[in-house]
């Protein structure tokens, strides 16, 4: 389980998560040092047409910066982007020597869902390639499995939830049998990306 | 599509389909987000049967029939009457007592889509008694959406929803005022309509054409680059007349812009903004 990376940190991690999904969130985003070397970007699904109150909840039990995305944002690292509700979110290349920065559509739904994260995982696969890591936590629906085949078509690792562990297993179940590069408990998946620190950390 | 074409060659495919839309129709998506544009062009492919962009392009080079159907997949026709009830709210607040000081009003509705946003505010604008002395321009480049647009007629089951937010937007009537329902439709009254100009217009190719006190453009500068953004804020900053307002989305923002500086912040949370004086 500790798994400790022979390959080069990551720039990017994408998770996904949805009913269960903001417990499971905070214990991810609140384990992460201010300091860590990559950006997050962050679906969870909720009910429509409510005021976001996703970055209230987090921001004061994270030391990373937690920020709503807006369009056209650039992409940082130590930052988690979380996707406002009902629009999805997606990553854009930066132009000529410029970061990554978010994209939001209004685009039907994909999967019953906006945001989805299919959508995102997709989009961060194109733009992150091997420098991605797609995480699927607890969930009771299919997003993110097609999404997490396209990350590691891209060359990035695709971590899922430990199905068993999970508030609801259907989406993690949906992601590991799509292929998954490990299947891990949630402390599993925070000692990963705790270890991207010390990969990149002298 | 066929997931053995590798994402780079999916790129170069969709800029020569864009290119080729282009000089053949004089569409311009060259400056649109690539990521969402990307999705909607591969699910357009499933739909026109092609196994990559390069035969979709094919198809709609030598298949009139093709272009027409694949608009509605270049942009993006989802709309709300009172979508985010917030910034209307915000808009009879803080910007209406300003608009009322003027005799006359000229008011740009930018990628309207199927009107829902032009009959919000020309609703709003009956409540706040300024409809009378108001010309809305309402403008997109999707025609068949703009048809619908003119005609103001909406699937009766989308009513609820409206109604909703139309009462969160501060409503000092009610929507039912406004429409008739027949047939499973509302069709909305032809007397919010009588100053609207529906016309077909692009942000990516055409100029300003009138001197405005209010432009809302919401949720169409999403789908441009930095680039096309700052050529849609640039007409917006030339039509709107000293001091006019500009309201866009929830989840845009000026901040990445050109334009920046000519316009202060009226409303930060509902994106309402005035130009400023000396710009
Ligand atoms: C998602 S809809 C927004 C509708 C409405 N403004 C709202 O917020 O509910 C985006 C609209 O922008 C229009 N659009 C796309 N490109 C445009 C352009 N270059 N000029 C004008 N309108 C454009 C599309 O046809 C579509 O109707």
Redesign the pocket.
Known sequence: MSAQPSRPGVSAVAVGASAGGVEALIRLLSALPADWPAALLVVLHLPRDRPSLLVDLFAPRCALRVVEAIDKEPIVPGTAYIAPPDYHFLVEAGEAGEPPHAALS?DDFVQYSRPSIDVLFESAADVFGPRLAGVILTGANDDGAAGLRAVRRAGGVGLVQDPDEAHASAMPIASRDAGADFVLPLAGIVHWLQSQHEAVSP | MTASVDARTTDIELKLLIDAIFHRFHY?FRGYAQASLKRRLTAACERFDCATLSQLQDKVLHDPETFPGLLDYL??????MF?DPAYFRALRERVVPHLRTYPSLKVW??????G??VYSLAILLREEDLLDRTLIYA????TG?LRRAEAGVYPIDRIAGFTENHRRSGARTSLSDYYTAAYGRAVFDKSLKKNVVFSD?????DSAFAEVHLVS????LI?FNRALQDRALGLFREAICRKGFLGI?TKESLNFSAHAQAFEELDREQRLYRKRGDA
């Open positions: 209004v | 311009d942009t993006v026709q989802v709309s709300d979508r509705v930018a990628g309207c889509s199927s829902e946003e403008t997109d480049i999707n959406a217009h692009s942000l990516a190719t453009c919401r949720n169409v789908y989305g």
